[in-house]
């Protein structure tokens, strides 16, 4: 009767710290993804604006060389940036001419 009731006691034992280490988990989770829901929403409320500047090409200046200095996060990738770069300024190739002023586009949080 004694071993019985001392197995039921350690079941139960058993059953409420698996529970406690389940909802201590659940509850880490839960402030984990929050702070995740948190910086998304944030990103996704960050207002940014469009801009053009000229930019001066000078020897061993490339669409590369510019785009790696000049790209932001709002294109998914170098190329899809150098193609607005030849795109505006009407480029058929890649070559650049030293000395003559392109027009490369960036993005501010500033409203100007």
């Not at 909802?23 to 995740?36: E, K, P, Y």
């Not at 020897?59 to 000049?70: H, M, P, Q, V, Y």
């Not at 990738?77 to 490369?104: F, M, P, R």
């Amino acid at each position: 009767m004694m071993k019985r009731r001392r197995n039921t006691r350690n079941r139960r034992r058993l059953q409420l710290l698996t529970m406690f280490i389940c909802f201590l988990l659940c509850t880490g989770f839960a402030v984990q993804n929050s702070a995740r829901k948190i910086d998304a929403e944030s990103d996704l409320n960050r207002i940014t604006y469009k801009y053009y500047k000229s930019y001066y090409v000078e020897t061993g200046d490339s669409l590369w060389s510019i785009a790696k200095e000049n790209i932001s996060e709002e294109y998914a990738n170098i190329g899809e940036y150098i193609a607005e770069v030849k795109d505006i300024n009407h480029l058929k190739g890649n070559t650049l001419t030293q000395g003559s002023h392109i027009c490369i586009p960036y993005y501010s949080t500033e409203h100007k």
